[in-house]
């Protein structure tokens, strides 16, 4: 079965003819490792499911220091959201940290996909859904969890990114410093 | 014009035998000030939307120390969104901060809502849409913004708020010390 069919398939049920529907609204894009996919300051004209690959949302601060809005590996999807849905230029960054393999989408081919089958409406609904709820408790986190206590969650809730990305990354996601990061990893290694 | 149908009908329109079908699904609750209208430990029924009063949903860690997830006031939705759209028990409570009348609706309702009329699942899918980019931006906020910043762009967004909600929440919101608060309100009165 085709990757995006099963990840729309663990939500929705889709016929044969309706999920080559579904996909003749999606492009694909091969990125190699350090290319960028969304640039600051350019629209960001389609939200992206990943195949293959592993990328990093950044915003960089006026004293060039990087803070990791979200990382993204296969079967998650990445965009700069404000700029895609409200045809904005975009304020943050996504770079690739692995060679990737991208399905992307327009604004106006997913809203297309919405009108013409409910339960791709549906489909959307329930996936930024539990995007909201994961975004409120990473803040909850980040208000309430010292350094140890937002790394432990960061280790539970992704087992496969911590070996997979670098730790300055995974530093810059957590809002934490650099130093204070490695102490934790030698502390759990 | 019900100022339910008010707030729908800012994304989409509805007949009225549409509007009468959606307010038959929402019950209406009032509440005193320092009422609760979620609880932690006990299961979040109910989505809310408020007609009229200030709430914070926040968070009580291990030392007692509460941190501030959303406020709420007119024609805004409040909830444990865990807890409702997982049958969770609630792990943050939500208050009033003045007397409060509320629409609440189930999330058997909501979800019979979006079945039964697909611009009402178009609805709840932009607002949720909304609420994540708007999470999102005050993700990067905490992570980049120092506390003048925060403060700032919290006035920019919600200026109504600076007046209506006690300091002490506004610096648990902000994630900033009562006393930084103080000086920062103290400079820009």
């Known amino acids: ?6 990840h729309i ?18 492009e694909h894009k091969s990125l190699r490792k350090h290319q960028y996919l969304v640039q600051e300051g350019e629209y960001d004209k389609y939200d992206n499911w990943v195949i293959k ?10 004293d060039g220091k990087e803070h990791i809005l979200q990382f ?8 700069d959201y404000d700029a895609y849905f409200n045809t904005l230029q975009a304020t943050i960054n996504v770079d690739c940290m692995e060679p990737c393999e991208i399905l992307q989408i327009s604004l106006a081919n997913r809203e297309k996909l919405c009108t013409d089958l409910h339960k791709m409406e549906y489909f959307f609904r329930q996936k930024i859904t539990n995007g909201y709820v ?34 300055k990354y995974i530093a810059a996601y957590l809002g934490v ?9 030698s502390n759990n290694s």
Chains 1, 2 share one sequence.
């Open 1 to 6: 079965m085709h990757p995006l069919r099963q």
């Open 72 to 79: 993204a590996i296969e079967d998650w999807w990445v965009a």
């Open 134 to 167: 994961a975004l409120q408790k990473r803040i909850l986190s980040l208000l309430s969890n010292n350094p140890q206590e937002r790394y432990e969650e960061f280790i539970r809730l992704y087992p496969t990114l911590k070996d997979r990305i670098p730790k």
């Open 9 to 26: 398939e663990k939500i929705i049920s889709l016929s044969d003819t309706e999920f080559e529907h579904v996909l003749s609204h999606f």
């Open 177 to 185: 410093s650099r130093e204070t990061l490695s102490r934790l990893y």
């Open 53 to 62: 690959g592993c990328l990093k949302a950044f915003y960089t601060n006026s």
